[in-house]
C-alpha cells in the first residue's frame, strides 16, 4: 500500500522555500522575480534525490549534460511554481487552521494514527516545519483545482479502481523489528581523518582507521553483552547508547518493513530471527546492529475497506492534476516570461543539453 498516498504529489508546485531578497534576480513572470537562490535551492533538491546525488558536483558541471537537463528542469518548474502562486493570489485562496487539521486526521487515518504518520516523516527525514509547508502547499493546489471544477469520486470510481489494480495493493512478508547500531564505516572514517589530516600517509590512515574500527566492535561487543544480560531492557539501552538517534529515541523502534527495505545483511538477519530473540552482531556497511524481531505480517493483499479512503483520495488527485496541469498550459501561454540572465533561457539551456557529455556517474560508465 502506498503509505505517502498521492496527498503530497502537488508540493513540489509551490515550495520555492527561499526569499525573493536572496540573491540575484534570473527570470521574472508577469513582472514577479524568481531568483538566483531559488534556483540554487530546487536545484540541488532535485539532484540529491537522484541517482545522482553522490556525484552532485559532477552533475553541477556545465560541461555535462544532466547538468543542462537538471538546469532546464527547474526553470520549468520555478516559472509553473510562480504561475500557481499568483492565479491562488488572484483567487483569494487561503488555508485555514481547520483545512490544516482536517488534512492531518485524514493522513493520520490513512497511516493508522497520529503517531505512525510522525513516525514514517521521522524514518523519511522531513522535519514538522517542512512537513506543514508541504502540507499546506497541497491544500492550496487542491482548492485552486476545485475552484475550477469540482472534483466528485464515486463508489464505482473506487470499486473498480480496486478490481483493476488490485496486485497494486498486495504486500510481501514482513517483519517488525528494533535495532541497536554502533557506527563502523570504515571509509567515512579514513575521509574524516584525510579532512582533519590532508598530509596522512596511507600507512598511519590504515593504522589509525583499523584501531578505531576495532574500538567500535568492542563497544559493540560490550553492547550485545548487556542487551543478552538484561534482554527487557533492550529499548531502554537503544536509547541510551545506539548511534541510530532516529530510531534510538523509539527505543530502536524501525516498524514493519519488507526485506528489500534494508540492507542485505540487516534483512537476512531480521527474517531468519524467531520472534523475541536477540540476534547476534550483525555488520553492515553502517556499522554493528543488534536486532530483535517483535513481530511478523505474511505476505498478502490489503482488503478494499482497508484501502478504500485511499483510493478515492488519490483518484481525487489525480483528477486534481490533470485540472492544474491544464491551467498551467492556460497561464504559460498567456504569461510574460523574462528571462533577466540569458543562460537561463530556453534555448540556452537546449545548447547546453546538446552539447554536454553525461560524466561522474557509475551508472553511466
Same mark, same amino acid.
Given at each position: 500500500?502506498?503509505?505517502?498516498?498521492? /496527498?503530497?504529489?502537488?508540493?513540489?508546485?509551490?515550495?520555492?522555500?527561499? /526569499?525573493?531578497?536572496?540573491?540575484?534576480?534570473? +527570470?521574472?513572470?508577469?513582472?514577479?522575480?524568481?531568483?538566483?537562490?531559488?534556483?540554487?535551492? !530546487?536545484? @540541488?533538491?532535485?539532484?540529491? =534525490?537522484?541517482?545522482?546525488?553522490?556525484?552532485?558536483d559532477a552533475v553541477k558541471d556545465p560541461n555535462n549534460m544532466l547538468y543542462g537537463i537538471f538546469k532546464d528542469k527547474v526553470v520549468?518548474?520555478?516559472?509553473?511554481?510562480?504561475?500557481? &502562486?499568483? *492565479?491562488?493570489?488572484? !483567487?483569494?485562496?487561503?488555508?485555514?487552521?481547520?483545512?490544516? *487539521?482536517? *488534512?492531518?486526521? !485524514?493522513?493520520?487515518?490513512?497511516?493508522?494514527?497520529?503517531?505512525?504518520?510522525?513516525?514514517?516523516?521521522?524514518?523519511?527525514?522531513?522535519?514538522?516545519?517542512?512537513?506543514?509547508?508541504?502540507?499546506?502547499?497541497?491544500? $492550496?493546489? #487542491?482548492?485552486?483545482?476545485?475552484?475550477? /471544477?469540482?472534483?466528485?469520486?464515486?463508489?464505482?470510481?473506487? =470499486?473498480?479502481?480496486?478490481?483493476?489494480?488490485?496486485?497494486?495493493?498486495?504486500?510481501?512478508?514482513?517483519?517488525?523489528?528494533?535495532?541497536?547500531?554502533?557506527?563502523? @564505516?570504515?571509509?567515512?572514517?579514513?575521509?574524516?581523518? $584525510?579532512? $582533519?589530516?590532508?598530509?596522512?600517509?596511507?600507512?598511519?590512515?590504515?593504522?589509525?582507521? @583499523?584501531?578505531e574500527m576495532a574500538a567500535r566492535k568492542g563497544k559493540a561487543e560490550a553492547v550485545l553483552a548487556e542487551v543478552k544480560n538484561s534482554?527487557?531492557?533492550?529499548?531502554?539501552?537503544?536509547?541510551?547508547? =545506539?548511534? @541510530?538517534?532516529?530510531?534510538?529515541?523509539?527505543?530502536?523502534?524501525?516498524?514493519?518493513?519488507? !526485506?528489500? *527495505? %534494508?540492507?542485505?545483511?540487516?534483512?537476512?538477519?531480521?527474517? /531468519?530471527?524467531?520472534?523475541?530473540?536477540?540476534?547476534?552482531?550483525?555488520?553492515?556497511?553502517y556499522g554493528y546492529h543488534i536486532i530483535i524481531v517483535t513481530d511478523r505480517m505474511e505476505a498478502g493483499t490489503y482488503p478494499f475497506?482497508?484501502?478504500?479512503?485511499?483510493?478515492?483520495?488519490?483518484?481525487?488527485?489525480?483528477?486534481? %492534476?490533470?485540472? +492544474?496541469?491544464?491551467?498551467?498550459?492556460?497561464?504559460?501561454?498567456?504569461?510574460?516570461?523574462?528571462?533577466?540572465?540569458?543562460?537561463?533561457?530556453? #534555448?540556452?539551456?537546449?545548447?547546453?543539453?546538446?552539447?554536454?557529455?553525461?560524466?561522474? =556517474? &557509475?551508472?553511466?560508465?
Amino acid at each position: 500500500m502506498k503509505k505517502l498516498l498521492l /496527498s503530497l504529489m502537488f508540493v513540489g508546485l509551490l515550495a520555492t522555500g527561499c /526569499s525573493l531578497n536572496s540573491r540575484n534576480v534570473i +527570470i521574472k513572470v508577469n513582472g514577479e522575480p524568481i531568483t538566483q537562490g531559488q534556483f540554487d535551492k !530546487r536545484f @540541488d533538491e532535485w539532484v540529491g =534525490s537522484s541517482i545522482f546525488a553522490q556525484n552532485k558536483d559532477a552533475v553541477k558541471d556545465p560541461n555535462n549534460m544532466l547538468y543542462g537537463i537538471f538546469k532546464d528542469k527547474v526553470v520549468n518548474e520555478l516559472i509553473y511554481d510562480k504561475l500557481l &502562486e499568483q *492565479e491562488i493570489k488572484k !483567487r483569494n485562496i487561503v488555508v485555514t487552521n481547520e483545512d490544516y *487539521e482536517k *488534512e492531518i486526521e !485524514r493522513l493520520s487515518n490513512t497511516f493508522g494514527s497520529k503517531d505512525d504518520l510522525n513516525k514514517y516523516l521521522r524514518n523519511k527525514g522531513i522535519s514538522p516545519a517542512k512537513f506543514k509547508e508541504l502540507t499546506t502547499n497541497q491544500i $492550496k493546489v #487542491s482548492k485552486l483545482a476545485d475552484s475550477i /471544477s469540482k472534483t466528485t469520486v464515486t463508489e464505482e470510481d473506487v =470499486s473498480n479502481y480496486y478490481k483493476k489494480r488490485k496486485a497494486n495493493f498486495s504486500y510481501p512478508e514482513k517483519v517488525r523489528a528494533s535495532h541497536i547500531l554502533i557506527l563502523a @564505516d570504515a571509509d567515512e572514517y579514513a575521509a574524516e581523518l $584525510k579532512k $582533519k589530516n590532508p598530509e596522512i600517509t596511507e600507512e598511519e590512515l590504515k593504522k589509525r582507521v @583499523d584501531q578505531e574500527m576495532a574500538a567500535r566492535k568492542g563497544k559493540a561487543e560490550a553492547v550485545l553483552a548487556e542487551v543478552k544480560n538484561s534482554p527487557r531492557d533492550f529499548a531502554k539501552i537503544a536509547k541510551a547508547k =545506539s548511534d @541510530d538517534r532516529t530510531s534510538a529515541q523509539q527505543g530502536g523502534e524501525l516498524g514493519f518493513f519488507a !526485506r528489500k *527495505e %534494508m540492507v542485505k545483511e540487516f534483512s537476512d538477519a531480521a527474517f /531468519s530471527l524467531p520472534v523475541n530473540q536477540i540476534s547476534g552482531l550483525v555488520k553492515s556497511k553502517y556499522g554493528y546492529h543488534i536486532i530483535i524481531v517483535t513481530d511478523r505480517m505474511e505476505a498478502g493483499t490489503y482488503p478494499f475497506a482497508q484501502v478504500k479512503n485511499e483510493i478515492e483520495q488519490t483518484i481525487k488527485m489525480q483528477r486534481q %492534476m490533470n485540472i +492544474i496541469n491544464g491551467l498551467l498550459t492556460s497561464l504559460k501561454n498567456g504569461a510574460t516570461v523574462e528571462f533577466v540572465n540569458k543562460e537561463y533561457e530556453p #534555448s540556452e539551456l537546449q545548447k547546453m543539453i546538446d552539447n554536454g557529455e553525461i560524466e561522474g =556517474s &557509475e551508472e553511466n560508465k
